[in-house]
């Protein structure tokens, strides 16, 4: 893991060779392309720096063993979002084993870019935003291909995210785990949780048959006692939750008290016929305001003291 600052994506840099060439086409949808592949690179640089996840849910991806697990973790689903927001479109993660990770495209937008080539890969863009978020975001050091392009033929784009493992170990095992390793039980923990860390441990090849494997044994040996310090941090998606729950118990509690509000507006009308019209008008009146207000509101007491001011 490196503390060097993160730089531009690797098609930003000359060494790199940069991204294909726009050709073909005509010279308007050129700079149109052009132009959607800029906002794409200036995306990357601008959101995945601001989407650092602290390692206590980083860790929670690592040790999911089905790909349900992982596309059911917080951050699989921020992780999609946010490249959708980049712009490099709807991709889902396709397969999976321990440390290894192929996700896909659909419909990619960044192959839509180049209309005249063909017989080659195309999505760098793609491919570095992946090896960022995971190095940078993510922490893991990793190795970061396209291994299937719909510009080489191939039904859908396709890229194949490979873990470095003691990198990956350093986020995935934390004290209570490197506990077990030693050959000592963790306290307080019961036999469900041991007998979930053990077969974690023995699906990542440190343990087998319950004792330490070759590689255990060499991370032991060589990795364990790194000075290892975790930053304890919100990920970046808690807040968009917090919004969300707020908004929807606000607009819960709304909708209650308008319905509140009308049941009991009707059961008070008096039986009479002579005013019936403009009571109801008048009635409609104060329970759209009320039904506003409270949709406001995220208490009984602040939408009192708002109708109170009214």
Not at 21 to 39: C, D, H, I, N, R
Not at 140 to 166: A, S, Y
Not at 202 to 228: C, F, R, V, W
């Amino acid at each position: 893991m490196s503390d060097m600052p993160p730089g531009p994506p690797p098609f930003m840099d000359n060494s790199s060779g940069g991204p294909p060439p726009m050709g073909g086409g005509s010279f308007a949808q050129s700079m149109g392309a052009f132009g959607k592949m800029l906002e794409i690179q200036e995306n990357i640089s601008e959101k995945i720096p601001q989407s650092k996840v602290p390692w206590n849910e980083t860790r929670k991806m690592l040790k999911a063993y089905s790909i349900e697990a992982i596309r059911s973790s917080s951050l699989y689903k921020f992780h999609m979002k946010l490249f959708m927001d980049i712009g490099l479109g709807n991709m889902q993660m396709v397969s999976y084993a321990p440390m290894h990770y192929i996700y896909a495209v659909p419909n990619c937008p960044v192959c839509n870019m180049y209309p005249a080539l063909n017989n080659q890969k195309v999505c760098v863009a793609t491919t570095d935003a992946l090896h960022r978020f995971f190095t940078e975001a993510l922490e893991l050091d990793c190795i970061v291909e396209e291994i299937e392009c719909v510009k080489d033929g191939d039904g859908m784009c396709k890229f194949k995210v490979d873990l470095q493992p003691i990198s990956a170990y350093q986020i995935i095992l934390d004290e209570n785990d490197r506990l077990i390793l030693s050959g000592r039980r963790p306290p307080n923990i019961d036999d469900t949780e041991l007998r979930e860390r053990v077969k974690v441990l023995t699906i990542y090849k440190l343990l087998e048959n319950g004792k330490l494997s070759d590689i255990g044994k060499t991370y032991m040996q060589y990795a364990a006692n790194l000075p290892i310090k975790e930053k304890i941090f919100d990920p970046p998606w808690k807040l968009a939750e917090e919004m969300a729950a707020t908004a929807k118990k606000a607009g819960a509690f709304g909708a209650a008290f308008g319905e509140l509000t009308t049941k009991g507006q009707s059961a008070s009308q008096p039986n009479t016929t002579s005013s019936k019209d403009d009571s109801q008008k008048k009635d409609k009146t104060v329970s759209s305001k009320v039904k506003e207000e409270a949709g406001k509101s995220e208490s009984f007491a602040e939408l009192m003291a708002k109708m109170k001011k009214k």
